[in-house]
């Protein structure tokens, strides 16, 4: 299942928001001090460097709002040297009540629609943007598991956002398959790969 809503009919990128491509296989590369180090790990980084160039040669700042993810894709892009230099913020807001005090979002929108849900998130977006010096932003939300999933949003249910001032938010659904420490890894890669396709 997946859904598009709200689309600035900004180009096409393969594997972006409108492509059709995979997760990628995990395979090791290495071991190093008992942490294993996966192709995933390494294609991440790289695509967080291209974001970090993108927005660089673009004078973009970006924030991001995690849920789910916990703080994950600001872990991945914060990995990148000289970040700094692009990437102003990051709140994980696990909880409704940290979605509403640190962003805004509205209790009617959780209680209506769901913290999973493209609205949470799109306003997750915007509050993230609101709140600090950044200029485009990308936001999280969804069911990481192995509880929590309803036969409505099953485990892997995840929400994105991707908003900048002057133009509407875009939001989009995702069922990511696997166990939580891979849904959490492909919530990432969507909410970047799909930032990347926008700049």
Excluded at 94 to 123: C, F, H, P, W
Excluded at 159 to 178: D, E, I, M, Q, Y
């Amino acid at each position: 299942m997946e859904t598009v809503s709200h689309s600035p009919g900004g180009r096409k990128g393969q594997g972006g928001l409108w492509g059709d491509a995979g997760r990628p296989p995990c395979s090791s590369l290495f071991d190093h001090k008992h942490k294993r180090v996966t192709m995933d790990d390494v294609s991440l980084l790289q695509l967080a460097a291209e974001i970090g160039e993108a927005l660089k040669s673009h004078q973009h700042l970006l924030t991001l709002a995690e849920s789910c993810t916990g703080g994950l894709a600001s872990a991945t892009v914060t990995g990148i040297p000289g970040s700094s230099a692009w990437f102003d913020s990051g709140y994980v807001v696990y909880s409704n009540r940290s979605k509403q005090d640190m962003l805004g979002v509205s209790e009617r929108t959780i209680l209506t629609y769901g913290a999973v849900s493209e609205e949470t998130a799109r306003e997750m977006a915007l509050g993230a943007l609101r709140s600090g010096r950044a200029t485009i932003a990308a936001s999280i939300t969804g069911i990481a598991g192995p509880d929590g999933g309803t036969p409505g949003k099953p485990v892997g249910t995840v929400c994105f956002a991707w908003a900048s001032h002057g133009g509407k938010p875009l939001s989009r659904t995702r069922v990511f398959n696997g166990d939580r420490h891979a849904i959490r890894e492909q919530s990432v890669r969507e909410a970047l790969t799909n930032l990347l396709t926008l700049l």
